[in-house]
């Protein structure tokens, strides 16, 4: 069925109450539009973390096409979903660069080959899962875990934004950041979809006019590592950029250390698989949890393809998701298209370097915004999954994980290799509950006392 698709009705149309099924499809040229629309809608987030992760925009464009007709092929064509970079390894990322000498080709190279190792753990996840049922996921990864480990990667990363882009221009970041608000908030449908990427480009917009009223400004240069005087925009690499060509391309480089940091994302990126692929059966009507390790295995597939060639993480994107509920067309058609799409635009490398000369200030506007919602998705597993934080074993590991990610707390292991932040959070909230949740007995019932301290129930 990969390539087969049942024209719907005379392909023109829905009526009320219908929708096009994966195996189905409308017409071409609706097809093909439709699929536009996909890459509209993964087009913000899927440039703007690899630009927040110092990767090739044009390459992690491109490879989330080859990613998506992966995922598409391994799920047999039955669940339609667009891969787009994650956001996940965002802080194992940093993390790594820091260590490994900052936004440098070798760095770049570690983290690609970091990330590739943990698109393989992913991939064998998804082969678990699909051999011993997705409810091995639940007893290993409950929601308060998941829930947690998602917030710590959002919450996580505050100190970006305070130590590396808000410095490069605070005013601009500023500007950016309320734009940003208001454009979430007041459009509606696909515009507030994208209100991310269009406070993108008003602070792009804002920063290369305030070059041409203010001048250059003084500040700290993520270019040269210092604080010196330089315009906000740039675009002498982009008028060096070919028009066509192809992106850059690097091999990955392996270290065990590197590794280690970006693994917790590998629990983010099961829960976020696990939710989207639910998602969409809910949508379509259809029993997808046969699925699921087949779509975690997919997933873990493309990141591992993309990052072994320098191109970014890849995961079901919510975004697209959205597209389907209002279009009610869920045709896997719509997604090959949308994949050519974006291979295409991959080899347009005048777009990447535009990409590129975004200012740091607008990524700290933006980032703020980014970082915060991806924390308190992490809350949002909680809630709808009604955790008891009455109960000290929820509580107690998962609050002191959160806050050794957002330190961020460094713990050395060894005279050359330390746990820090995002991966020692995650450690922690996961040995924790498991360790907790063993000592304490499932039976034993824990009631909050208050703001200083528990006690236990009488009947417990």
Not at 24 to 51: C, D, K, N, Y
Not at 207 to 223: Q, R
């Amino acid at each position: 069925m990969a390539f087969r698709w049942t024209v719907h009705g005379d392909g023109a149309g829905l009526a009320p109450g219908e929708v096009v099924k994966p195996d189905e499809r409308l017409s071409w040229p609706r097809t093909i539009g439709i699929g536009a629309q996909h890459v509209i809608a993964m087009f913000g987030a899927t440039f703007v973390f690899p630009l927040v992760m110092g990767l090739d925009p044009n390459t992690a464009v491109m490879m989330s096409g080859v990613a998506t007709i992966l995922f598409l092929l391994i799920t047999q064509g039955r669940i339609p979903s667009y891969l787009g970079t994650s956001a996940s390894f965002v802080g194992g990322v940093v993390a790594i660069r820091a260590a490994f000498g900052g936004d440098t080709p070798a760095a770049d190279k570690v983290v690609t080959g970091a990330i590739l190792v943990a698109g393989l753990v992913l991939a064998l996840c998804g082969v678990a899962v699909h051999v011993l049922g997705v409810q091995i996921i639940h007893r290993i990864f409950p929601p308060v875990v998941t829930g947690a480990v998602v917030m710590l990667i959002g919450f996580g990363l505050a100190y970006v934004v305070a130590d590396v882009y808000w410095p490069q221009d605070p005013w601009i970041a500023l500007i950016t950041m309320v734009a940003t608000f208001v454009f979430i908030v007041l459009f509606r449908g696909f515009l507030g979809r994208i209100g991310i990427l269009l406070g993108l480009i008003f602070g792009f917009v804002v920063s290369w006019l305030a070059d041409k009223v203010f001048g250059n400004i003084t500040a700290f240069n993520a270019a040269t590592s210092k604080i010196d005087t330089h315009p906000r925009v740039s675009f002498q690499s982009v008028g060096d950029a070919a028009w066509i060509g192809l992106p850059h391309f690097h091999a990955p480089s392996f270290q065990a250390s590197a590794v280690v940091l970006v693994l917790p994302a590998v629990i983010a990126l099961i829960a976020e698989n696990v939710g989207h692929v639910k998602a969409v059966g809910q949508m379509t009507g259809a029993d997808v949890d046969p699925l699921i390790g087949r779509a975690v295995l997919a997933d873990g597939v493309g990141t591992a393809v993309a990052t072994a060639v320098g191109g970014s993480p890849t995961t079901t994107y919510a975004e697209n998701i959205g597209v389907m509920a209002a279009t009610r067309v869920y045709s896997t058609a719509a997604y090959y298209v949308a994949a050519v799409i974006a291979i295409l635009f991959g080899l347009c490398p005048k777009f990447g370097a535009l990409v590129a000369a975004t200012p740091g200030g607008v990524l700290g506007g933006v980032t703020v915004i980014l970082y915060g919602m991806i924390g308190l998705l992490g809350a949002k597993i909680w809630v709808e999954s009604r955790v008891d934080f009455s109960d000290p074993v929820n509580m107690v590991p998962i609050g002191a994980g959160i806050i050794l990610a957002i330190g961020p707390v460094t713990h050395q292991i060894t005279h050359d290799f330390s746990l820090a932040g995002i991966a020692l959070g995650t450690i922690v909230v996961l040995a924790g509950y498991h360790l907790l949740r063993a000592i304490a007995g499932r039976s034993a019932k824990e009631v909050s006392g208050g703001e200083i301290g528990y006690e236990r129930d009488a009947t417990g």
